[in-house]
């Protein structure tokens, strides 16, 4: 698998008029706490389905895509953070250390 990076916002459009499965990972290059979430979600996303789009966002980089995707899917900006999105609507919203390929997966396969 392999992230798509998110660096303009006709991005977040795509996601929100895709059907299917999406994941957004929020991601804050100069926290430590991020980077452990990531390489934990990286060591087991393989428990995710292949057909779910993942998408990385560098929030430092891109603050204000960052704004967007919360005021796009209602969700409180948090970082990290992983959103994962069905048919536009967000469905799963997690953050810090509740942050689990695992759950993702769950969630995709009820």
């Given amino acids: 698998m392999q992230w798509k990076n998110i660096t303009d916002s006709s991005q977040i459009s795509e996601i ?3 059907t299917g499965y999406s994941l957004i990972f929020k ?3 100069r926290c430590s706490v ?3 979430a990531k390489r934990r979600f990286e060591m087991d996303w393989e428990a995710i389905p292949p057909a779910t789009s ?3 966002l560098d929030l430092i980089s891109y603050r204000e895509l960052s704004a967007l995707i919360a005021e796009t899917f209602q969700v409180h900006h948090e970082s990290p953070q992983i959103l994962l999105i069905k048919d536009g609507e967000c469905v799963l919203d ?3 250390s509740d942050i689990s390929a695992e759950e993702v997966a769950e969630v ?3």
Avoid: D, Q
Wanted: hydrophobic share 35%; aromatic share 12%.
């Fill in 16 to 18: 929100k008029n895709n």
């Fill in 27 to 29: 991601h804050s290059t």
């Fill in 34 to 36: 991020s980077a452990m």
């Fill in 54 to 56: 993942l998408y990385f």
């Fill in 94 to 96: 997690a953050s810090h």
């Fill in 108 to 110: 995709i396969g009820s």
